[in-house]
């Protein structure tokens, strides 16, 4: 039905950034989505809007200053959350494209992990699939449904980034995060704070300072990506999961 939740969640997503497009439920609790082209760049960008959920997260990077006991129970399990008891203290995140991303995060000031073997690693130069420990908060990431909106923007060199802005519950407990994270007065020790979309760490800047209630995402985007994830934002989740991404495509007509 074209009126279903899921199919005009679909549409909304969908399309601003491809003209044409119609979306309808099929039994068998599928999703059709027809594309007027056979252009495999429209394609595989439709079948990208429908993979992302842009959920976006604050978490702080897992140190042994302050998360001893973490990194000694992370390397005891393999699992994508690093338990103690029926706690969730911990989780694992793959960098985005970290063999271009250095820059962004530092793997060197991280816990990694190959995310194929599961081991823990300390040097990731071989790495393809690089994940890094980040500590959550006995109240879980700052992040999801605390976050107000999200708009396109540029950083001070031109390039493109994200621009957020919290709800007031979401700018309190990021703000009580970043101040209990802050440098150390006395070491002069700095934590990292990644910025996690979609449970894949985009950048994790150094915290220099208590963050409130706004703030910037920058990284190695094009301007076709931060429109594709501000869009997708603005259309909102995803009424149910999709178990799986895009598997099959047909054509009609010549």
Known sequence: ??????????????????????????EGHKVEVVVPTRDKKVIALVKRIIATQAKLEFLIVANSTDHPELLKIAKEQSGS???????????????????????????EDCVVRDGKTKKI??????????????????????????????SASFDETGSPCIYFEMTVEGADRLRQ?????????????????AIVMDDKV?????LLAVIGGRGRITGRFTR????????VFRAGRL???LKQPPTEATFDGP
Request: hydrophobic share 45%; aromatic share 2%.
């Open 81 to 107: 959350a690093v338990m103690s008891g029926e706690q969730v203290v911990g989780r694992w995140a793959a960098v985005v494209d970290n063999q271009s991303n250095n820059n962004q995060v530092r793997l």
């Open 202 to 206: 985009l950048s994790a800047p150094r």
């Open 121 to 150: 690693v300390k040097d990731s130069a071989d790495v393809d699939n690089v994940e890094i420990l980040l500590a959550v908060e006995t109240h879980g990431a700052v992040g999801g449904k605390e976050v107000k909106q999200v």
């Open 177 to 193: 995060l970043t101040t209990k994270y802050a440098p150390d007065p006395e070491t002069g020790f700095v934590r990292l704070m």
């Open 1 to 26: 039905a074209p009126d279903h939740p899921l199919a005009e969640s679909l549409q909304r997503r969908i399309g601003p950034l491809v003209a044409g497009v119609r979306v309808r439920l099929l």
């Open 239 to 241: 009424p149910v999961a």
């Open 224 to 231: 076709e990506e931060v429109r594709l994830l501000v869009n």
